[in-house]
């Protein structure tokens, strides 16, 4: 269990990303600066409950990812004609950006719930 928690810490080390957007004209890259919260889960106690809401969030991220690389490439396919590569890349970078952004919600989420329920059962 403790491997995982370094896994989880670990993705915290994207955000080192972020300082291309500081150095360089690519203002977009400024958004890995939000993986630093990742680095948390090295200072954090993990039980049975993180693990299962970590997988979850996990499994739907992936989920959700792949389907939105699928929908975004197709469309773009057949919309724009048959520019296969930027279809394929344009699915890719929506897929990714979908798997974060619902990670990182599902994560929250749950957080959000076990803290709420923690306190509501000590009165």
Request: overall charge neutral.
């Amino acid at each position: 269990m403790k491997s995982k928690r370094y896994m989880y810490g670990l993705m915290g080390l994207l955000s080192v990303l972020g300082f291309i957007g500081i150095f360089t004209e690519e203002r977009t890259f400024l958004a890995f600066f939000a993986f630093i919260a990742d680095f948390e889960y090295f200072f954090i106690k993990t039980d049975e409950m993180v693990e299962e809401y970590m997988n979850r969030s996990a499994s739907r991220a992936f989920y959700c990812g792949m389907v939105t690389t699928a929908i975004v490439a197709l469309v773009w396919f057949f919309v724009n004609g048959n520019a296969g590569n930027v279809a394929l890349l344009y699915g890719f970078a929506s897929g990714w950006g979908v798997s974060v952004a619902v990670h990182g919600f599902s994560v929250g989420y749950y957080k959000f719930k076990e803290s709420w329920g923690l306190e509501h059962d000590k009165k």
